[in-house]
Nanobody, 116 residues
């Protein structure tokens, strides 16, 4: 089992940037594909971005393409999400997990609020 701890969220104005971090308690390379997910009130949790075990393949949901970048550092067991040009509709709790996600891996998430 692994513990995933997300951080880096906060309140930001539209057009601003945030960098989210996900710290894993054990090797993320052994987990394989990792992803960032988000859930806003009244909506289902959705996959935002995924990255292959070696980092060579990345996929994004259409709504964040060109604005968000997922990365990973296997040596540090960290996964990151750089978010630029943030929009109010990006407001949500953001989580990291494997892809496909495992229920036992869900952490507390980190709140991102985009508002003026």
């Amino acid at each position: 089992q692994v513990q995933l701890v997300e951080s880096g969220g906060g309140l930001v104005q539209p057009g601003g940037s945030l960098r989210l971090s996900c710290a894993a308690s054990r090797s993320i390379f052994s987990i394989g594909v990792m992803g960032w997910y988000r859930q806003s009130p009244g909506k289902q949790r959705e996959s935002v971005a995924t990255i292959s075990s070696g980092g060579g393949s990345r996929k994004y949901v259409d709504s964040v393409k060109g604005r968000f970048t997922i990365s990973r550092d296997n040596a540090k067991n960290m996964v990151y999400l750089q978010m630029n040009s943030l929009k109010p509709e990006d407001t949500a709790v953001y989580y990291c997990n494997a892809d496909p996600p495992l229920s036992v891996y869900w952490g507390q998430g980190t709140q991102v609020t985009v508002s003026s």
